[in-house]
């Protein structure tokens, strides 16, 4: 690769642009509440990625939402405040995107949780913040945090598990839909990102085991029907722990999520001109304690559920979820995934990453199914 071009220049800034302005448009990741009429002209005039301004530029946007939710609040406005704190969560969810890796982004994540859990007062039904114990090793953390949301009318509700991957945290983890299958939902952060106890590895796994030590603790939950959900690179870990901890698992499912061939220094190289809009692999990094895309690229191959041999291993049953045209992670690893171990569901779409289109409808069905 020494006579290849640095594959980690800034990506020009009219492509980031574009995919920033079809994101914000539709309200995809990371733009979910936000308006589009607030933040088309921010995008205008970005100069570059730099963490710092861009997480000046917008931050800013929440402050006049913050101030209309809390006049709302004190005149009785429910609804109003909900709406309201929502927006100026979001606008601090994109001011901490992709990844809090540096001073302002790390303030914009507090922010966003801030307005989160103002906003959460007014779900129904309600969410509450859990710590579950955590045994770590030196450095790490002694809890890992979850949102626990439970259905009403179920005395013991099954649960998913639910994880996002680099950039989407348990905050933006959509509950709603699984609530109305009959399914208290369990929200957490996959190793390396948030509020997580520990940094993404190989050894990493072990955080499940905290989270479900803490659901069998739990009266109102059944632990005999658990099941899992990672989205991105949260689909690495779902698949992992499938294997890993198949014993305590109904079920799982890897949705867009990575397993070997995106590992490899081509396909890193490959992704980061792709439909993640910057900075891929330097997130990635990021979520597994390195510092640089060069890094990830020595590094990853570590990751590789094929040279771990967890593949080989008894598993849950394991959906697969995917486009088949993903940029982010190769289509190829889900087929690797169908070549080794118990036979797995499949649903992939003729769109990108993660596959789109009526995705999680079929995934919390499946998961209704598996946990019934």
């Not at 009219?14 to 448009?25: F, G, M, N, T, Y």
């Not at 005039?45 to 809390?70: Q, T, Y």
């Not at 050894?203 to 005999?224: E, H, M, Q, S, T």
Request: proline share 8%; with cysteine.
């Amino acid at each position: 690769m020494a006579d290849s071009p640095d594959p980690f220049v800034a990506r020009p800034m009219d492509e980031v642009k574009k995919e920033l302005h079809e994101r914000a448009e539709h309200n995809r990741n990371p733009f979910l509440y936000t308006v589009y009429d607030e933040v088309a002209p921010v995008i205008d005039k970005l100069g570059s990625v730099d963490r710092e301004d861009w997480a000046h530029a917008f931050g800013a946007l929440a402050i006049a939402h913050e101030e209309r939710a809390a006049k709302a609040e004190a005149a009785g406005d429910n609804d109003t405040a909900r709406k309201e704190y929502l927006i100026a969560y979001d606008c601090y969810h994109v001011a901490r995107y992709p990844a809090p890796n540096s001073p302002a982004k790390r303030a914009a994540y507090k922010k966003s949780q801030e307005n989160f859990h103002k906003a959460a007062r007014y779900f129904d039904p309600p969410v509450e913040r859990v710590e579950m114990p955590f045994k770590g090793r030196s450095g790490e953390g002694r809890a890992a945090i979850g949102l626990l949301r439970k259905p009403r009318g179920v005395s013991r509700a099954p649960v998913a598990v639910i994880w996002g991957g680099i950039d989407a945290f348990k905050e933006e983890r959509p509950s709603d839909p699984y609530l109305k299958a009959g399914l208290a939902t369990l929200s957490i952060d996959m190793p390396g990102v948030a509020d997580a106890p520990l940094p993404g590895s190989e050894a990493a796994g072990r955080l499940w085991d905290a989270v479900f030590d803490y659901i069998a603790r739990r009266p109102d939950l059944d632990p005999n029907r658990v099941g899992v959900h990672g989205g991105s690179t949260g689909g690495y870990w779902a698949t992992k722990v499938a294997h890993t901890h198949h014993e305590r698992l109904r079920a799982a499912v890897n949705q867009g999520g990575p397993a070997h061939f995106a590992f490899r220094a081509d396909w890193i190289v490959k992704a980061q001109r792709g439909e993640y809009p910057f900075e891929l692999a330097e997130t990635l990094a990021c979520a597994f304690d390195r510092s640089s895309g060069e890094e990830w690229i020595e590094y990853a191959p570590k990751l590789s559920l094929l040279t771990q041999g967890i593949l080989e291993k008894p598993s849950a049953p394991l959906l697969c979820v995917n486009g088949v045209n993903d940029s982010v992670f190769p289509i190829a690893d889900m087929h690797l995934l169908l070549e080794y171990g118990r036979p797995k569901s499949t649903r992939f779409y003729p769109g990108g990453h993660m596959g789109g289109g009526n995705a999680q409808a079929v995934i919390i069905e499946w998961l209704k199914q598996k946990l019934s």
